[in-house]
């Protein structure tokens, strides 16, 4: 498979190490040419000194052939335009952007990336799996993003302690599927009443999140 | 009306003085303190350091109540990440995206967004000086060709006048 790859940081270098082991065909785009230089002393000749961002740059690369298009430079807007450039201007099927306020995750997916990877995400992710907050846990983004699968814990104070179901006024498009109660998985039926220490995994839209942390954990401050 | 200016830069500032000194509610935006120099001593409007392409640096500038937008960093591509924020994420009405390198610029006019690129109109100007004909469009803001969907509420859309003819080019 023919990938780009741009940006020759620590990520760029390594995924284009990676890759070429595993004999894919690979250019390197490195713009500043000191660190284009030395990659090319350790990977040889698959890094070019060339902009990304110029989409004269990416027709010398051959982005019209490249399979896969990949933006992990450590700037998030220099990242969206080599995805935009690769998709709007020579059709690239897939698009990859490292992106590091999360907050641009949605704008990033509406404007046509395909793939988002966010290493603040990512950690934060595995921090929140760590501590026990009373906030919805990330699980896993389905749908490109569009829907989210959570967990939230029920705790004394939760509104859905106690309670049913068919008691809780889920916000539309929003799935309550499974309990974890005493480290067993149980699916979610008419019957549940909802226990303090109960973990509730649920699938919901993205918008909808604020609605199913106030039916399941509660007014709590938002934590950030 | 309010007008956001991201870039506190010749440009930048210089159009926010501008604006502010005739009454518009300006909010100017670098990622230096120092940039603000370049207003205007009297500037009545406010500049806040933060990142133009932050979206909570931009909520804190009102962008929610925002009618014209213009990025004008010395980045492109923070401008036009800044531009594609205002667009999409706030749904400003006006925004306006400086771009200097011409190849970007043509290719994001097709993408939604309003351009300006200097380098064109350089060019231009110095054709024109040696009497060469104008090179038609470079002087002026490329007008997208798509226009996005409008976010905003209609009627905050339509009390919203259109650019003077000035600024609009080969619409």
Redesign the interface.
Known sequence: MFVIVVGGGRIGFYLTKELLAEGHEIVLMEKDPGAAERIRDELGAVVVNRDG????HLAEAGANRAAIVAAVTG????N??VC??AK??FDVPRTIARVN?P??E??YR??GVDEIISPTRMVLAAIEQDIPVHELLHLANLEGGELELLEAQIAEDSPALGRRPADISLPDGCTLFVVIRDDRAQPVVPETIFQEGDKVIAISRTECENDLRMQLIGDVPEVV | MRVIIVGSGRVGAGAASQLAEEGHEVVILDIKTESFRRLAPGFSGQALRGDG????VLERAGARECEWFFAMTN????N??AA??AR??FGIPHVLCKIN?P??SK?YA??GIDTINRTEMMIDSINRYMGKPAIPGAADVTVATVPPPPEKDAAVAAAVPEPPAATTGDR
């Open positions: 961002c110029e989409g004269t700037d998030d807007a220099d969206l335009v935009q450039m709007h201007h306020n907050r641009n949605v704008l509406n404007l | 392409t932050d979206t909570s980045g492109d591509n923070r036009i990440l594609q924020l999409q994420t390198d190849v970007r290719a097709t993408l």
